[in-house]
């Protein structure tokens, strides 16, 4: 695979490729929620099949000439349903937002009593009761961590009686610890609630049995495809058996919520990535991936604790690592990481005392390290990096005083500027990252 084509047309936006090329190759990529899609998907996805319109599921369509489409988009289907163990699944929509919708639309009506965890809880932006436009469609409650950083199911299932949703959302965005599926599909239960499961980040964990699949205790299951399962960047939304058992049209209003109520023509070229994807997902080295991916978490927790950074629950039981970085200090991390090389991103905690954009905590993943095959002693020197960017930047002032605050921030990013300790370490974060190479044994990069 090379860019020929594209070097010959546009030398502007081939040097682009070229140069996002060689800041992946060489920097530390700790930052949820990124992945690096396999060759064979980025093939797959400049495929001709980006010519084709084809509106509708397959043998419906509307336009003529989608008998290949049709193939493509059914492989896809078979191949997740046989991967997530599920009775149906739409590989239509574009991104979460519709996807999110969808459901929704699907299974509520307006004014509907949604419950989720609370976006500074580790929840997402389209479940910020004020952000999104769910909040303008729904009646929103939100649930929260304990002091020990679980799901306070005991809240869950108080604010589940009292004022009886129609859906509840299990999973976040930010919780290193194991879903507890089952016990929220015993709250849902009581008060004949639909459970939905968004295994974004987990998703990958989910198909190697490194986390517990939802598929037997909730009725709809989304999911993106392009965090652990480290695919070309798009949405699935699954119907469990479960569903089916309570409503068998429900499979049809999922699909018909996404065609025609929010979206239109399905974007060919990403379902057969996603087909192709989903191929490799069920091969032995894409469990065992998904295996080391979670080890390569642990041993970053244990690495940074050990060094004295407090991480978020004292442990981590998938591929995320959280850090307390204390209060409004979260951009220090990651504004220093970021001009040593080292992606990384701020975070809110529970009961934040800080705001959103300052927040007091760092998020960490090990997913693209991992398919770099970096393993302990990798992991354990990026924990050394980021440690060593802690200590430079802890001692620096952030006031609570919004004027003062962004004098500090001011005074901050010209320090970090030019600062040599970061430059060494930005030369040794790409030594370290040449040695695991993405792209160098690959034909991906055309020689200039
Ligand atoms: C990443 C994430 C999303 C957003 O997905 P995009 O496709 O990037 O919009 C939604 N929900 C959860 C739980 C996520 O982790």
Redesign the pocket.
Known sequence: MNFENLKKTDSICYDLVQEEIERQETSLELI??ECIASLSTIEALWSPFTNKYSEWYPKKRYYAGCDVVDKVENLAIERAKKAYNVEHVNVQPY???P??MAVYTAVCEPWDTVMWLKLTEG??L??WWKASATSKFFNIVQYWLKEDWYIDLEEVENLALKHKPKLIWV???AYSREFPFKEFSIIAEKIGAYLVA????ISGLVIAWVHTSPVSFVDII?T?T??TLRWP???MIMVTKKWLQKDKDLAKKIDSAVFPWLQWWPHNHQTLAIAVALWEALKPEFIQSNKQIVKNAKTLAKQLQKLGIKIISWWTDNHLVLADIWRWKGIFMHEACEIAGISLNKNTIPNDPASPFYPSWIRMWTPILTMRWMKEEEIKKAANFVWRIYNLVKHFEFSENKEIRLKNLKEFREFIKDNITLQEIKKEVKELCLKFSIYKNHDYKSKK
């Open positions: 949820p929620s991104s979460w937002s996807a999110n929840w997402h389209t479940h999973w976040a965005t968004d295994i974004a980040h989304t993106t392009h965090k960047r798009w949405w």
